[in-house]
Each structure stands twice: as structure tokens, then as C-alpha cells.
């Protein structure tokens, strides 16, 4: 493409733009007339929203080109991810890692964010650090605000279905686990109900089962 | 002081706890005023984050009284009011220089792919939240804002999270006059979308969610078209029909790792963790759109991986647009927005519960109860 060539182009490209910018204007005009009712609308219009906005400074950088603010003390103690080179400048001790879940925490922070491992790790620290609070609080004797802590007032305020359903459902799967459990003592409790624990008996894999593993061992 | 206390998923308390001290010659203690519950709160709510430690206190989205100042700090002063972005950013690295306050390189240790979050588990810095009488504030020269006189308070919270991420969000998508963009879902960072999305000069804006009250809710208050997608049964089929089978010009995703409506997604990401949570509305965003078109994504997801139909993408030269939303940058355009009337944030709040309550607070949002739209806790 020749100079001149390559100013037709140019003034090509400049027309197409003034054109959709025309075009672009005319159709705010009717669609403003429209849409009147709606306050604001169109007022943070930019024709020029760039896709990578803000990330328009792309010169080169390089993490000792800013000055870093006073380091925080404590950072000893603090875990941190291996794909930067040290503490940050700040940061939070809301609750450092201790105990077993501070152990699985402490091996998970050897695995970089890309690895599952590091994540999956994390994962189980959580719950087993639930259990850890748990301990807690039955040794603080605060294991009565198990339900209050699940917001069992609201809901039953406000969805007392789903309340009776998760206690019936609850109460249903305690009461068999108990039946099982307790299945050679039950028909001496209610003598009556032998019949049904006999029914349950019969066709019951796990007890038939159990009894065959029974008999084994006295043998 | 009072503060929210995580106990485990689905299970959180108010308790004392020690009062925050300053810890580094830029910090702050700011006594709370308001405090609101997220809905990005939720996934640490109920277990879906990694690192979320028992005791932590949650919390991003608070206003409050500036008690204390480090030696360091030049632009507050005690007795500012002030409202606190949900970023806990240094303004002096290379990502906050660039505006992307929502990725500073100096206040989370733990990982990388994140700046620090106010309250928002170790994964995000560990840094106790505003759910509390009393918090620190990291770097108090940078996000704080003193809130401009005459403001009101309920306005003023709402400018920390919400109100900038649905502005944002209709930024991303690159909203161009006449555009058609669909927002899916009504909680009030996804009515905060579609309200912003006029501002840049959609012609349509249509909502999808699955809870008739909030869907009445956007339809008046963003006075745009809302569909429950129980009803519609394939909401990726009903958006290329109305919108002459091409698809929408803009899809927003504002609903995260939460999202129903696919009994796969919610099974492997939200029950069994398999996946970084349900992405179901990414997915929707991703087949609803228009070939060449954007898809803006402001709803939360876990670090791991989601299953998405990436090919789609590709065959359809879509943009992808996402990032944790840099509320500082947008403070003055939205504070000018409020003051002039064209957006009302307040209106959102449909329920203010005392701190001590905080556990059937999280209840009530979590399961959408009373029409919760957006809860306000009172310290």
C-alpha cells in the first residue's frame, strides 16, 4: 500500500468511525426520547469502553517498582501462599492457625494455588476445625446454642414447615439408627410389639447378618 | 465489643470479643454503624470457601465512625464519618496504580489471585469484618471515604459493595446504546445491574431468577422485563426467542457459586464440592448470548475449577468480563449518582436486625424468609 493509498485508507477508517459515532448519536436521540421516563438513562454512555478497562497501562513493571508501606510485625507466624516471595505489607489475625486443622493448614500452604491439593486440603482443615469449635463449646458449656446458632428462631418464625420437616425427618432417622441398635432389648421393653420386631427381623439382611456373625463367634 | 462469631457452615453467634487494636502505623479502628450481610457472605455462611476459620468475624459492607488512627494516616481524622469498600487495598502497587483496587498485591498473604476482603476467610487475607461493634482498618488512607454531608447512612453502605458491583458489572459488559442485556439474577447486586444497565444505554434489560417477590421487586424498581425461570423451564431458549434467536448483546452473571436451576450444578458444585461451586447462571450467560457478544461476571466463585461450556465461548468469540469490583474508582461517579437522585440504594433494605440476632439474620437471607431482599444489622 502506497502513501496516498494509505491515506485514503485512513480517511476511510475515520469516516466509518464519525459515521457509527453518527449513527450511535441518532440512535440515542430516539431511544432518549423513549426512554425519558428512566432517569439517567444513557448518561455514562462511552463508545470508547475499551474491553480491558482499566488495565490500559501496560507499561513494564516489576514488584520492586512501587514503594511498599511499613511491614506489619507478626509476620512470622503468618502462612502464606508459596507463589509470592514473602508477606504482604498487611494483613489479618482473625484466627491463626492452631491445633490439628493449623497442622492440615500449614501443609496445604507447601502446594500452590493451581494445585487441587492445596485447596482440598484447606477444605477438610475447615471442617475439621467445625469439630474443633465444637469440642470448644461443649467445654465452655455453649453446645446449647447448637440450634439457636442455626437461626432456628427466624425459621421458626417464618418457614414452620421446613422446622416440623427436618425434626420429623430427624426424629425418623434416630428412631430407626435406635431401633437397630437396640433390637434384642426392644421386644423385652414392649413384649406386645414382638410381632413387629419378628416382621422387621425377617426381613432384615442386616440382622440376619448380624446373627450369622453372632453365631460364628460363639462357635 | 459484640461481633458475629463463625461456629461452622450454616451455624454463626454474636459474641465478644477482644476490641481491635492498630496493628501497623496505617490502620484505623472505626466504631460501625451499619453493616449489612452479603450475598457473597453466604458462601462463607455455608462452607463453601476454603480457609474459613471458626471465630472469624464476616462482614464487607460497613459504614462508621473513625475512634482511631495510626501514626501514618493523613486523610482521616477521629470523628469522620466514613464508609469503608469492601477492598482492602494499598494504592501504591501496580494493580491499585492501574485502578483495579480489587487486586492489590499488598494486603493478602494467602493467596494471590485476590486482594484482601474485609471478613472474608484467610483465602482473602483474614481480616476480621464489620459484623462487629468495632473494626481495623488496613491502609485507612486509601479506602475509607468521609461520607459526603446530608447522606444518608442506608445509602451510604450500600456504596461499599453492592451499588459499585452492579455498576461495574454493566461496565464490563461494555454496554453499547440499544443494547439488549440480561441479568441473571434478582438479589441486589443483580437489581443494582440492571438499574446501572440503563445508565450506559441499554435499550432492554431483561432479569432471570426463580423468587417471585424479587422479581416484582426489579420489575418496579429497575423498571425492566423479569421472568422466573421455574416457569420458562429452558431460560437459554426463551432468551433467544425474544430476543430474534440471536441471543442477548450482554449477559451478567450476578448470582456466583449459589445458582439453581441445573440439578447437575447445584449436585457437584454446591453439595458435593466438586466443583467451585454451581455455575449454573455462568453457563446460562454463556449460551444466551449473542455470537460475539460479552459476558460480565460479577457472582463469587471458589478458586478450584467450574464446569462451563468453555467450547462455547470459543465458537461464539464471546469476551469475558470479570473482576472483584474496584469500589474506590467508582466512589465518585455513584456518590454524584445517589446525591442526583438517579439511583435510591436504600430502597433495597428490606429488613434491620440488631447484631445480637445476627444468627436468624443469616437465616432469613439465606433462605429468602419475609421477602428478605437485603438485610441491615443495627450495632
Not at chain 1, 504482604?88 to 501443609?107: D, E, H, N, Q, W
Not at chain 2, 440439578?263 to 446460562?284: D, E, N, P, V, Y
Not at chain 2, 454463556?286 to 478458586?303: D, E, F, H, L, T
Amino acid at each position: 500500500m502506497n502513501e496516498r493509498e494509505n491515506n485514503e485508507h485512513k480517511i476511510n477508517e475515520s469516516n466509518k468511525k464519525n459515521e457509527n459515532f453518527n449513527n450511535g448519536q441518532a440512535l440515542k436521540e430516539k431511544l432518549g426520547a423513549k426512554l425519558s421516563h428512566i432517569k439517567g438513562w444513557a448518561v455514562d454512555a462511552d463508545p470508547k469502553n475499551d474491553p480491558t478497562y482499566p488495565m490500559r497501562r501496560r507499561e513494564k513493571t516489576s514488584s520492586s517498582s512501587w514503594v511498599r508501606p511499613p511491614q506489619q510485625s507478626g509476620h512470622e507466624h503468618i502462612l502464606h501462599s508459596n507463589e509470592r516471595p514473602d508477606v504482604t505489607r498487611v494483613f489479618g489475625t482473625a484466627a491463626p492457625a492452631k491445633g490439628l486443622s493449623g497442622m492440615i493448614r500449614r501443609c496445604a500452604f507447601k502446594y500452590s494455588e493451581g494445585r487441587f491439593a492445596h485447596w482440598l486440603l484447606l477444605l477438610v482443615a475447615d471442617r475439621v476445625n467445625t469439630v474443633e469449635g465444637f469440642a470448644n463449646d461443649i467445654a465452655h458449656g455453649k453446645s446449647c446454642h447448637y440450634l439457636t446458632d442455626k437461626g432456628i428462631n427466624a425459621q421458626w418464625k417464618y418457614d414452620r414447615k421446613t422446622v416440623v420437616t427436618k425434626a420429623a425427618v430427624g426424629a425418623a432417622v434416630v428412631g430407626l439408627l435406635a431401633g437397630i441398635c437396640l433390637r434384642r432389648h426392644i421386644p423385652n421393653i414392649m413384649p406386645e410389639k414382638r410381632h413387629i420386631w419378628g416382621l422387621l427381623d425377617k426381613h432384615s439382611k442386616l440382622q440376619r447378618f448380624i446373627q450369622d456373625y453372632e453365631r460364628m463367634m460363639r462357635r | 465489643m459484640l461481633a458475629m462469631n463463625y461456629r461452622g457452615p450454616g451455624r454463626v453467634r454474636a459474641s465478644h470479643k477482644p476490641m481491635p487494636e492498630i496493628l501497623h502505623p496505617q490502620d484505623a479502628i472505626v466504631r460501625v454503624t451499619r453493616s449489612c450481610i452479603c450475598g457473597s457472605d453466604l458462601h462463607l455462611y455455608h462452607g463453601n470457601v476454603p480457609d474459613t476459620r471458626v471465630g472469624t468475624t464476616f462482614g464487607h459492607e460497613f459504614t462508621g465512625v473513625v475512634e482511631e488512627i495510626g501514626a501514618e494516616v493523613r486523610n482521616l481524622r477521629v470523628g469522620d464519618q466514613v464508609l469503608v469498600p469492601f477492598n482492602i487495598a494499598c494504592g501504591k502497587c501496580i494493580f491499585c496504580q492501574q485502578g483495579l483496587f480489587g487486586n492489590c498485591h499488598e494486603s493478602n498473604p494467602e493467596a494471590t489471585a485476590v486482594g484482601g476482603i474485609f471478613g472474608y476467610s484467610h483465602t482473602a487475607g483474614g481480616y476480621e469484618g464489620g459484623q462487629a461493634e468495632y473494626v481495623r482498618v488496613p491502609y485507612a488512607d486509601v479506602g475509607p471515604t468521609v461520607i459526603p454531608a446530608g447522606m444518608d447512612l442506608d445509602d451510604a453502605v450500600l456504596l461499599t459493595d453492592v451499588v459499585p458491583t452492579g455498576y461495574q458489572a454493566a461496565e464490563m459488559g461494555g454496554i453499547q446504546v440499544g443494547d439488549t442485556v440480561v441479568v441473571f439474577g434478582a438479589g441486589p447486586v443483580g437489581i443494582m445491574a440492571a438499574k446501572s444497565a440503563w445508565l450506559f444505554g441499554a435499550g432492554r434489560v431483561i432479569v432471570i431468577d426463580q423468587l417471585d417477590y424479587r422479581l416484582e421487586f426489579v420489575k418496579r424498581y429497575a423498571q425492566c422485563e423479569a421472568y422466573n425461570f421455574r416457569s420458562i423451564e429452558d431460560p437459554v431458549l426463551f432468551i433467544k426467542k425474544i430476543t430474534d434467536h440471536l441471543g442477548a448483546d450482554v449477559c451478567i452473571d450476578a448470582v456466583g457459586a449459589e445458582a439453581a436451576g441445573s440439578a447437575m450444578q447445584t449436585i457437584t458444585g454446591r453439595k458435593l464440592l466438586l466443583q467451585a461451586g454451581s455455575a449454573t447462571a455462568l453457563q446460562w450467560s454463556i449460551n444466551s448470548v449473542k455470537k460475539g457478544g460479552v459476558v460480565s461476571i460479577v457472582g463469587v466463585y471458589g478458586p478450584t475449577g467450574n464446569m462451563i461450556p468453555i467450547g462455547n465461548v470459543l465458537n461464539k468469540g464471546l469476551t469475558i468480563r470479570a473482576n472483584q469490583t474496584a469500589v474506590k474508582r467508582h466512589l465518585p461517579r455513584l456518590i454524584e449518582h445517589v446525591q442526583n437522585g438517579v439511583l435510591n440504594p436504600k430502597e433495597l433494605i428490606t429488613h434491620r436486625i440488631p447484631l445480637q440476632d445476627i444468627a436468624d439474620a443469616y437465616r432469613i437471607f439465606s433462605d429468602k424468609l419475609d421477602g428478605c431482599i437485603k438485610p441491615l444489622l443495627i450495632t
